[in-house]
């Protein structure tokens, strides 16, 4: 399954800095077919303690984990939608992936120059979304035209989009983007179809530096601006130290816990940001085990079991019997897949179950 993050930001808001220290964990390629070698798009491993865990339990020859794309966006700069900076060629790779991690500057730092002074993480916001939200404005407000036109036939495919179109540009131009507008279900399958920036699902990655001013740390007027916000529009986030983590990626595994306690910096950033991508994109993990190979594989939140088998092979979904599923947990619990059976805790799914984060399956077909 092919999704993709476009990380963008303004100039000097490290996100180079990240996107370098995320393609550190990028996965062989040869594993996912979808995988492109363009050198600004990452395939990094979703970390999953719970894979990890199965294949010690199976003894596993390999390991897969599930993956996303990183797609590393040009920087941003106001006026971007009325053609400045890189314009519409910047507007266009974030129109081609299927979310948007928006990097954040977090600290103040006389070495590394912003492009508008000092550091103000509401500000920043605001442009990056206020261009966003202008391109979407231009874009609607051009198919409405060519709509209304081609609609005086009575095509109700056609007018469902006009009366979509009209409801998402009344929105845009209160300066709020499309993913804000109340729809119902065929008019949000038409506003699919538009495929507007700010229709994309967004994550803000707030980028700290450690040992510089950290606007959250400082505690002042910047932080409770950029904390109202992140409040009242109920938004995804994560903090990151994108300078840390690109230098930690280059640590030993055993090594990085000591090195970020010294440094003062908790958590793990780049995980807890590929964690937060997958659930932006809506992605769950389902997962075989076995001696060959364990194995996390990604599909749809409320994707029934047909179709979650067609994922390891099309034969699961065309020819599909029944999937024999058991929770990660209670398969662990039991030591083996046969002393789960025993137990009679390995449940036989039909075509209408809904395969849930951390199942573990077997699928039998004809």
């Known amino acids: 399954m092919s999704l993709s993050i476009g990380i963008v930001g303004l100039p000097n808001v490290g996100k180079s800095t990240l996107f370098s220290a995320l393609t550190k964990k990028s996965v062989l390629i040869a594993n996912y077919p979808f995988a492109t070698i363009d050198p600004s798009v990452g395939v990094v491993a979703v970390p999953d303690d719970r894979l990890d865990r199965l294949a010690q339990m199976s003894n596993s020859v390999k390991t897969v ?24 060629k910047f507007l266009q790779n974030i129109r081609e992936t299927d979310a948007i991690a928006e990097v954040v500057r977090m ?63 009344s929105v845009l131009e209160a300066g709020k983007p499309a993913r804000t507008v109340s729809l119902e279900e065929k008019e949000r399958e038409a506003a699919k179809k538009l495929h507007l920036l700010t229709m994309k699902p967004i994550l803000y ?54 090195f970020r306690r010294e440094l003062g910096v908790e958590g793990n950033g780049i ?39 067609a994922a390891i092979h099309s034969d699961f979904r065309d020819k599909f019997i029944r999937a024999e599923t058991i929770r990660w947990d209670k398969l662990l619990e039991a030591g083996s897949r046969a002393a789960a059976r025993d137990k009679g805790w390995i449940r036989a799914e039909g075509k209408e179950y809904i395969v849930q984060d951390g199942d573990v399956i077997e699928f039998l077909h004809s």
């Open 65 to 88: 984990p599930a993956a996303v794309e990183f797609v590393d966006i040009a920087g941003l700069v106001k006026g971007a939608s009325e053609g400045e900076g890189l314009g519409n």
């Open 107 to 169: 600290f103040d730092d006389e070495d590394i120059h912003h492009v508008h002074g000092e550091a103000d993480p509401a500000r920043d916001i605001d442009i990056i979304d206020l261009e966003l939200v202008l391109a979407d404005l231009e874009s609607a407000q051009k198919r409405l035209e060519r709509v209304e036109r081609d609609s005086k036939g009575g095509d109700k495919e056609l007018l469902l989009e006009r009366d979509t179109l009209k409801k998402v540009i």
């Open 271 to 309: 995980d807890d940001l590929i964690r937060a991508g997958y659930s932006l994109l809506d992605l769950i993990s389902f997962f075989t085990t076995g001696q060959t190979e364990s194995r996390a594989w990604t599909i749809k939140r409320g994707t029934r079991a047909p179709e979650a088998g």
């Open 205 to 258: 990655v707030l980028n700290r530096k450690s040992g510089a001013v950290n606007v959250d740390a400082e505690g002042g007027e910047r932080w409770h601006h950029l904390r109202r916000f992140l409040e009242e529009s109920g938004a995804q986030y994560v903090f990151v130290d994108a300078g840390v983590e690109h230098d930690l990626s280059e640590v030993h595994d055993d090594e990085r816990a000591q």
